[in-house]
């Protein structure tokens, strides 16, 4: 009875600093999950240590809780991206997406193996500098009321792209660490059992889903369609384990599935508050795992600048060069647009710390980095749209 009263208490004192910190940082202008982990921070061993490192290891009930809700973040990610979005965004959201994906990894492995790390854990550590949190950005553009612009619909359907390519190149990475390291033959497999997998479940079950999605309805249960897919969200992504992929893949391709039904406004809105549960204890355990002590060295706040400096640059690269066709400004504007990671990269981050690619304090550097890139990006675009506003850069123009 006494450890149920200690895990309960635990499970109280996580959710209740998630909502303190996700409020707080809304009134400042920044998004939950910043508060959300800096609460973890704060409430975690290296400040206040409410919640000890023996609570947040790996299989306490802490942790299970942290996965099942970044198991259902990525479900929802997928739920709100369908097959046919990618169709309706033109060249500038595929160029935009691709030189996004690629120019940050490259710059990401070479500074990671410029730092020590092998080949195949360089990376990895690149590959958290990867995708742009598109609920970040979707939401910083929803407040400036500025959806309908032409930047906005190339930043979106660029981060669709964005998210399917870095979650394939995850993947990738997450399967070359076995020690024998980087191979040509290896990665041609691996790709090909990424690529496949993905396709069979991603564009077959879209397309099942898609010509007839009644089934779900003839359970009587009035929540039949989420239990459904909330059973092919969990057993995707156990799935997904077996071809050596990260689990959050099959949650992901389960919620493009789901896309494809009727019932997908339905889900949306019955998935909410089993997300406002269950998310923020993956944002509050990861903010809690970071050492706030191994960045107060000269040494890591240097890496911590020269990591960030990477991830804004190289992303605001892509992003601007992909986008030219809007001009200077609406290129800059899809640029900033897609440097936030917020909680992909945090994911990522977590995933390498949990298989020993690298040490607590090349994780606090990333995680760190994440929360830096989610803070910046919100007054620079309002800035920028402004502008755009002022000088509009054709809106009729096709992305």
């Known amino acids: 009875m006494h450890h149920a009263n200690e895990i309960l208490f635990s499970l109280f004192i996580v959710f209740v600093a998630a909502q303190i910190g996700a409020e707080i940082a809304q009134r400042l202008k920044l998004p939950g999950v910043v508060g959300e982990i800096a609460a973890g921070c704060i409430i975690g061993p290296s400040v206040l240590g409410w919640i000890t490192v023996q609570q947040i290891g790996e299989g306490t009930p802490l942790d299970v809780l942290s996965e099942i809700g970044v198991v259902l973040l990525l479900f929802s990610v997928g739920l709100e991206t369908r097959l046919e979005d990618l169709k309706k965004v033109g060249k500038s959201a595929m160029l935009v997406g691709v030189l996004g994906v690629l120019l ?73 660490q076995g020690g024998e390291g980087l191979k040509a033959s290896n990665l041609v497999l691996v790709l ?138 609406g290129a800059s504007i899809v640029g900033f647009g897609m440097v936030p990671r917020g909680e992909v990269g945090v994911v990522i981050a977590s995933l390498g710390l949990a298989a020993g690619v690298f040490n607590d304090q090349m994780y606090a550097i990333i995680v760190a980095m994440s929360l830096l890139t989610a803070m910046i990006t919100p007054p620079i675009l309002a800035v920028l749209l402004k502008r755009a506003v002022d000088q509009p850069l054709g809106e009729a123009r096709d992305a």
């Open 192 to 329: 090909a059992g990424a690529m496949g997998f993905i396709a069979v479940i991603g564009w077959g079950g879209t397309r099942v889903m898609r010509w007839n999605s009644d089934w779900l309805e003839k359970p009587r249960s009035a929540h039949s369609p989420l239990l459904i897919v909330l059973a092919l969200c969990l057993g995707l992504a156990y799935v997904s384990t077996l071809f050596g992929l990260a689990a959050i893949i099959g949650a992901f391709l389960a919620g493009m599935i789901a896309s494809e039904t009727r019932q997908q406004h339905t889900l949306e809105h019955q998935l909410q508050p089993l997300l406002a549960l269950l998310t923020p204890f993956f944002f509050v355990l990861t903010g809690s795992k970071i050492n706030l002590q191994l960045l107060g060295s000269a040494d890591a706040l240097i890496a911590l600048a020269v990591v960030t400096v990477i991830a804004v640059v190289s992303k605001l690269l892509g992003g601007f060069l992909g986008a030219l066709s809007l001009g200077r400004l």
């Open 104 to 176: 940050p990894f490259g710059m990401g492995t070479f500074w990671a193996h410029a730092s020590g790390y092998d080949w195949d854990r360089s990376l990895f550590v690149a590959a958290a500098f990867v995708a742009t949190s598109a609920g970040i950005t979707a939401r910083v553009l929803q407040e400036l009321g500025v959806l309908q612009r032409v930047e906005s619909k190339v930043i979106l359907g660029a981060a669709v792209i964005d998210d399917i390519l870095a979650m394939l190149l995850l993947g990738v990475v997450v399967s070359l």
